[in-house]
Structure formats: C-alpha cells, structure tokens
C-alpha cells in the first residue's frame, strides 16, 4: 500500500544516513476505505492527494515540534520550515480509522528501500509554513484567523524529488 509518511528535514537526514528511520508513532496516511467512504466522488490519484495532504499538515506539528527539541529539524543553528512527506509502499500498515479516515500505523520502521518519492515545500514557502507552525493548534481548535494562516502555507505544493534526489536536496538545504 502507498503511505504518505509526515517528515522534518532532520528525518530525512536520518532516512538517507541510517537507511530507515522511525516515524513518529509509526504513523502515516493513506488511500483507506474509510478515506473513500469520506468522499461522495474523486478517483484513487485525487484521494491520493488528500492523503499526501493530511500528512503535510502532520509534518506542520513535526516542525513544531522540533522548536522545541534542539536536534530535530535544525540545521546551522536554525529550525528548517519546510514541511516534508515521504511515499513509501509498505505492507499491510494497520488501518486506524478510530484516528481519522486516512491514518495508518506502519508494522516496521521505514526503509529507505521502500521510498517511492520525496515531497518537500521550497524556499519560498519558509515564511508561510513559519507562521503555520505557530498557529497549527490554534486553527485545530476552530480560529478561522489560525486557520488563514495555516492555508497560506497549505497553499504552497510541495516538491516531488525521486529517491536518488533525496541526498542532494539535503546538500544544498
């Protein structure tokens, strides 16, 4: 099955150093039945879509998370606001519909075997997705100001980079 697995900068540092890394709780999204149930219409490339989606926002909460947590997501002394997703095709993650309609739990850590693609914000999304990262609980909880903010960076799509991109792209961030 494709996952959609929400990521910093610094995981994917470990993924290319390590050749695995471990998702935060194991947690990725998904094309689910429950996430088809969800929509009264769209084929599998456009939930594949509110998938990826789903984890970007999740990788949001990461980026935030990393302020806090002085090794995840800094590089040179500064925090990297950019969001990042890895498809990957994993086998037989748990459905956790009780979560929401695409979250899935991955058995395994993540294999760098298992990379499709890469999904990055560019450089020009850092200022968007920094004004994100403060507002992200804000908007969860029903501000329609928090959640302006939080569709501007949402606004920005991310960069698809092939797996034998991945090591370059974090030479030059």
Known sequence: MRVYVPATISMLRTLV??????PVSRTAFAVTPTLREAYSSGDDEELAEVALGEAARASLRLV????DDEKD???DGSVVFRRAVIAADVENPKLRPDLDDAVVRLADPLRLDQVASVHVDLEGAETAVAKAVEVIDA???GDPDAEFVLGDAEDHSLAWYATQELPFLLDFL
Not at 17 to 22: L, W
Not at 64 to 67: D, E, H, S, T, V
């Open 73 to 75: 997501g800094i590089v």
């Open 139 to 141: 908007a969860d909880m």
């Open 17 to 22: 150093a390590d050749g695995e890394f471990h």
């Open 64 to 67: 935030a998370a990393g302020l």
